[in-house]
């Protein structure tokens, strides 16, 4: 077989040299979607790398605001945007390196906030995160979705760059050791807390290991969208001090949390967390799985808020792991107040009427219908050409 090579004007083409690369596509590069989370000093550099190949799509996820000792590792950030969201400063530099690639900023908790559909819309998700928590709420996002994704890893002068893939080898939570499992529960054992900590990682490194580290989980995806080979489960451990790099393999671990997949999915193109209500989607699981059929939330829905001090009850209905200390307080009377929670719908519930989003249901959600042991997991896919629409 002959590969044709097609060799453009390096005066008009701004991509022309990698023309000359056997295998790279560059209509394969310029049809892709790529999730980024993160965008801290690997976000920044995976972000900068995907712009000047001319990548597509580009959703960039964030939550977080920049100061000033961003500034020494993040190439697409000025002192001028002090207190901006990170996401959008990074979409908006995106825009200015290469007008060329769509992308679209999401500010927001990518463990709570983001609906599982988006995974299953992206070709690859690269993790530039720096905490256990969301690389395992990624993991298992990754899995339940069968989406691969890139980790990476930094710390002083070490870092680490992972493939993770479905089905094929260990997963980000065959990886963790009892030790890690301590580290987080520790974390979980105040969730409150934890949300609030976890917001304030900082991890000490350099724009070096940075480049470093982001430049090969960029190649990893790169490899990943031309359906080139690539190595998941096993790690690529780079030691800038001694510079010794060498790959490992990790075990899978058959009772591994993060192994389930959600199947079957069915896409429901009419429906929006915004304009289907519980009802709706009660009645659209009733119809597939019969009339006993219920739905269920993965998180603890809170749907009231209630003051055992002056009896009075407020509703809420926002997802427990994203209510704030400050909320306890009961506004009539200062007492703390006690959360009616729950985590599926059988019907019989006064609030029925209300929206999925009302309900704290992100777009592009994809939520359980049961019955007995039949299942059948309903994605808003309504919501994808609003949520994954690029600028
Ligand atoms: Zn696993
Ligand atoms: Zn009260």
Request: proline fraction near 4%.
């Amino acid at each position: 077989m002959t590969e044709t090579i097609i060799i453009t004007d390096p005066d008009t083409d701004r991509y022309h040299t990698f023309g000359y690369i056997s295998w790279w596509q560059q209509e394969v590069v310029r049809q892709a979607t790529i999730l980024v989370v993160g965008a801290g000093a690997l976000g920044n550099e995976v972000i900068k790398n995907l712009a000047l190949m001319g990548i597509g799509n580009l959703l960039i996820a964030d939550f977080d605001t920049i100061e000033d000792s961003n500034l020494s590792r993040s190439v697409l950030f000025r002192t001028t945007d002090r207190g901006r969201r990170k996401a959008e400063v990074a979409a908006a530099a995106v825009k200015e390196l290469n007008p060329d690639v769509n992308v679209k900023a999401w500010h927001g908790d990518i463990n709570y906030e983001m609906g599982l559909g988006v995974f299953r819309h992206v070709d690859a998700v690269i993790g530039c995160l720096d905490n256990r928590e969301a690389r395992l709420s990624l993991n298992r996002f990754s899995w339940a979705t069968g989406r691969p994704w890139v980790d990476g890893a930094i710390q002083e002068l070490m870092g680490i760059v992972r493939v993770f893939w479905p089905g094929q080898g260990a997963c980000y939570e065959c990886t963790l050791t009892d030790q890690d499992y301590q580290l987080i529960s520790l974390r979980y054992s105040c969730p409150l807390l934890a949300r609030e900590n976890i917001l304030q990682g900082k991890v000490p490194t350099t724009p070096t290991s940075a480049s470093i580290v982001a430049a090969f989980q960029t190649q990893e995806a790169l490899k990943l969208i031309h359906g080139l080979e690539v190595q998941p489960g096993k790690a690529l451990m780079i030691n800038g001090l001694t510079n010794d790099v060498y790959t490992t393999e990790y075990p899978v671990k058959e009772e591994c949390l993060s192994h389930s997949r959600l199947e079957p999915i069915e896409e429901l193109p009419g429906a929006t967390a915004t304009g289907a209500t519980l009802c709706d989607l009660l009645n659209l699981a009733r119809e597939r799985l019969g009339p006993e059929s219920v739905l269920e939330f993965d998180s603890e829905m809170v749907v009231a808020m209630r003051c055992p001090e002056c009896g009075r009850e407020t509703p809420v209905f926002k997802r427990m792991a994203r209510l704030y200390e400050s909320e306890f307080a009961c506004p009539a009377c200062g007492g703390r107040r006690e959360m009616r929670l729950t985590h599926r719908l059988t019907g019989d519930e006064e609030y029925l009427d209300l929206s999925l989003a009302d309900f704290d249901v992100p777009p592009l959600a994809i939520i359980r219908a049961r019955n007995g042991r039949e299942r059948l997991y309903l994605e808003l896919t309504g919501d994808k050409e609003i949520f994954l629409r690029f600028k």
